[in-house]
């Protein structure tokens, strides 16, 4: 996953070390010298995330991030500061200002990729998120909430923690904030803790006793319902390869011990507060597609809320020239089903596509009913190439096992057939025409055999 990360160090030495390093995992680099220009270069630039030194002329590190934190146009943004500083209160109060997380000098390089993929992947989603309820806003008054600063930074706390030592010391520090503790003494226990409760945070340790914890954080992050719950793992000292696995595996943030209870507050709080503004953006987001942006049959979203998304979507594509692709999806000789078994087949037949089809996908991934048996998915920060195999294996679930009917013995072995087109960046493209070029490939794939998944570059080929 590419991106643009501003780094922002009055050291020249400091800046071409970062630049080289993140470069060599080709994201796309750019600098300022001090705080005013990191401001300056935020606003022009807009970056997906800020590497941010504290010691810097003029304007430090530590009012750099509250300016940016305290713009609307800005504050979503990632900021890791960076610093030779290794006191607990400096990092308390980096945090505090609205920093999400702490490098020191001499960077660690597993440390640093790690960090940044996990905060990339993070605000990635926070934005789809966004954009949805924007364009879902369009449509009715938004849900009256509160606005961020109130949102509240306490919540119900499960600690994935077999030394009761150490869990009583936890339990103590967060209860004085009015937190809500629960323990889990294994991974079974935290599993069937979070699956029956409402958990607003789980805390990992990674040096159990009989088990390795970083197998709740995947097993949680597979798992739909607690997707988007904070993780923060607990490591010992010099585990920053066990880390940087977590970060990969969906973890959030971690504390390295002996855990100083201002750090465990200040990082607690940050992660109740972000686990608040997505629960916020979900809700109104759902609240919105009441007036009917939801097909009431599949689950999909309608042609309605199509026509508002995606040009957004692809102008967001476009200006930051990534990549974005649709897929065209019809069910082959469904009105074959409707007239031999009754529009009551039918609909199960379609809702049944479709939620094969949803399981399949991303979060961020949209699946849209554009009208009788012919579906669209747009998928975001995805390639031609990529979106053709996922076409694929969206065929192989849609026909590979038979549709049965409720209530009968009927089982319908259904196919559908597919075309993908993709965001190329030409400048007389629109989001209207890559559909066309999505549907002209669908076209190719029903007269060529149906069943079957054909790019907008085979159509090419095919026709000409």
Known sequence: MSARILVVDDNKLNVKLLEAKLAKDYYFVSTAANGLEALEAVKRDMPDLILLDIMMPEMDGFETCTRLKADPTTQHIPIVMVTALSDISDRVRGLECGADDFLTKPINDIALMARVRSLLRLKMMMDEWRLREQTAAQFSLPAQDEPDEKIGTTGRVLVLEDDMLYFRSIESTLTQTGNVITQAVSIQDAIEK???????????????????????????????????????????????????????????????????????????????????????????????????????????????????HLPVLFDRCRMTKRPLSILSIDLDHFKRVNDTHGHAAGDIVLKEMISRILVSLRPSDLVVRMGGEEFAVIMPETEQKTAMSVGNRLREAVGTTPITIPGTDLKLSVTASFGVASVNHEKDTTSATVLERADTALYRAKETGRNKVVGEDDAKDQTS
């Open 194 to 308: 979070v699956v029956c409760g409402d958990y607003d945070q789980i805390l990992a340790s990674l040096n159990l006793k009989n088990e390795d914890g970083l197998y709740l954080c995947a097993q949680l992050r597979a798992r739909e319902a607690t997707r988007n719950i904070p993780i923060l793992l607990m490591a010992n000292e010099g585990e920053i390869n066990l880390i940087a696995k977590g970060l990969d595996l969906g973890a959030n943030d971690y504390l390295i011990r002996p855990i100083e209870s201002a750090e465990l507050n200040a990082r607690t709080r940050t992660q109740l507060h972000q686990k608040r503004h997505y629960d916020r953006l979900r809700r109104n987001y759902e609240h919105n597609l009441s007036l009917a942006l939801v097909d009431p049959l599949t689950g999909a979203y309608n042609r309605r809320y199509l026509d508002m």
